[in-house]
Each structure stands twice: as C-alpha cells, then as structure tokens.
C-alpha cells in the first residue's frame, strides 16, 4: 500500500488544499505537490523494495553502457516519467533496440517526441488538453483503468487541469489499452515490440504527490503499475528526461554540445508553440489591417495670406510720418480701385457718368454718395499737392463706401 500516511501527517499538503503555481519536476527526491517522492517509493514497495538505479545520462549512452550486461532470460524495466519527453534520433533507436531485446520501458508524459510515436506507430492527441491549459481552466477530473472494452473499478479524481491528452493510431493486433481519460478515449497503452513491451502513459499527474494525496487515488497508481511484469532483472528510474532536458539541444547526435535557442524552448513547449503562432497571426492581421486604413499623412494647407491690406498700411505709415499727403491719397485710391476691379468686375480706367451709375447699382451705395466719392478723387488727381483736409474727406468717404457695399 502507498506509504502517504507520513506525509500527510506531516502537514505538508492535505487533499483538497489550493496547490500554488509549481513546475512540474516529477523527481524522486521532490516532496512539492508535482514531483514524484510518493510515486518513487510506491514503485519500490511494488518491487518488493528492491534496489532501483537511478540514470542521470541521456539513454543512448546509457543503453551503450548497460547493454553487455543485458540478459535474454530475465528483463530489465526503465521508468521513466517527464512533463514532455524529447529525444535524439539516437535515442529512439537506443530505447527500441532495448525493448527488441526483450525489456520492458514505461514512458509517462504529456508530450512525447513525434519521432518516438511515429517508430511505435502511435498518435498523441493532445490538443483539447492544451487548449483548456490555455484558458486556465481547472475542473474536478478523472482517470480509470480499462478492461475487456470497457473501464474497469472507480474512476480516480481529483481537481486540475483535465486528463484529455489521449493516444490513438496503434495497432490492436499488437497494442492494448489498459486505461482511459474522463472521456473514454485511451491514455495507457501497452504496445509489444519484439521480446519486450513498451507501456505509454500520457497523464503523467497521476505520478505527481499531489494526485496521490487526493482521496483513494494512490490506488490507481497501483493498478497502473500492477499491469508491469513482475521480477525484472533490474529497475531503471530516469532522471535525466526531466524538465532540464527542455533547454537540451543537440547537433548531429553529439549531446556535449548545445545549440540551445529560445525559439527551440518554445517548440518543445506545445502550449507555448500555440500561444507563439496565434500572436504571430494576431501581429500579421494587424499590420495588413492597418496598412489598407491608414493613408498618407495630410499637411493642413494654410491659407493665403492677403499681404496686399499689410504692405498698403506699412506704405502709408511711411508717407504719413513724412507728410507726403499726396502719395498716401494716390495709394488709398489705388486700393479702392483694386477693390471694386476685384469685387464688381468692371474696369477703372475710364470714370464717367456711366461708371458711377453701374457701380452705384451694383455696390448698393447711393448714387449721390458715389458721385461726391469720386468728384473727390478727380479733385485730389487733379491738384499736385492734398491738404490734410481733402485727404481726410476722402479716407471717409472711401471709408463710408465701402461700409456700405451690399
């Protein structure tokens, strides 16, 4: 039986606690809520607390080690339980040749290289599972054995992230399912491959103290490991496959060197290579969003700038000051008839009894004001010098004109 009595008594985590937002080590010595101290003395206590070796290389080497020494009438069993398990070309080959052999691996994680899967024939589908981790969703969720077509004894639960990853694909001539998700579909296989057999869990939770310490769940963990064969030669259990080895790059197969990058981290991170694809097309959309709408900026056009009325006034400011009476009157008449050129479209170059009737109707101002207006004017081109009372008397009556102009 699972030894948890002590660790519950310790008072380090009770069932039904709110767990913090921990890493997933899944290491024997890890007493957190996701390592795997329970899970390790549990598989002692099912091997009769035999001696397990614990492995700290990548398994190629290890294999190359272990291999002279491997016995063709008495297995060897490899545990190994990760967060995400990602290998080497080299290291598929090396853990096949050790299950052809005639030995026993059993692999828990929730993401395991293609590479693996597509030599054994099997598919992970672990979308629904990833989506829900997205969202942050946790809910009361369950795993169960599975026997003969259908599960098999209680379904063991407890409240997380919901067990959905799930495996397909295999074939049934020689696989079979040993236990399934809260949905039914497979997530514990055992697959035969020569003399040996390859037992793939994809919930490794089940593993963490966490799940254990939640209700009879350790009792799971006993079926699940009650399916291995009994008496192996020698127990394997992996430390190397944890989640250090996703920051593990390797070049042409050589582990001592690392070709680490942060779009490499991200990739082995499944949830994390979806949150990184769905914000490079929310950045792409954006830019062709805002490409089509924005234009060209539009400099405001500043109006033009009557600098004629300033320059007449800064002109006369001069011939007043030195009392040229008679420019100052040419330049005001000058203006007035610009203005009327401009405004009535007639011209100015003959002034008789007719001009002043046409301008009179079309200005509004009455004809008798006009008539003075330009007998004014007439007087002023006609006399070489303007007294500052005749310049006076015409600035009002152009004044006055103007005022009145309909």
Known sequence: MLVASGWLAGGCLHPGETLPPLGETFRKTDRQPFGSYIAYNEVKNVFDNRYIETVRDPFDKEWADIKDYA???????????????????????????????????????????????????????????????????????????YVDGATSGPSYNYYYYPFLNSLSGFDTSFARVLGVNEHHTANYVVLFSGKGRIYLHVAPRIFSNYFLLSGQNYKYLEEVLSY?????????WDEFYKNTNLNRRTKNGDHGEDNFSSLGVIRQHPPLLWAFWLGVIALLLFVIINVKRKQRVIEVAKPNINT????????????????SNRHIAEKMITYFYEQIRNRYFITTSHVNEEFITVLAGKSGVPKEQTQHLFALIERVQSHPDTDDTTLLQLNSAIEFFIKNLS
Do not use: H
Not at 228 to 236: A, E, G, Q, T, V
Not at 308 to 323: A, D, I, S
């Open 71 to 145: 016995d063709d009438k008495k297995y060897s069993l490899y545990i190994l339980v990760a967060k995400n398990l990602i290998l080497t070309e080299s290291e598929v080959d090396a853990l096949l040749d050790f299950v052809k052999s005639g030995n026993d691996l059993f692999v828990s994680a929730d993401y395991v290289d293609q590479k693996f899967l597509d030599k054994i024939g099997c598919a992970n589908e672990r979308m629904p599972e990833i989506t829900d981790e997205i969202k942050g969703l946790m809910q009361q969720t369950s795993v169960s054995m």
């Open 308 to 323: 004629t009325v300033n320059f007449t006034e800064t002109v006369g400011r001069l011939y007043l000051q030195k009392k």
């Open 228 to 236: 291995l064969r009994s008496d192996p030669k020698n127990i394997y």
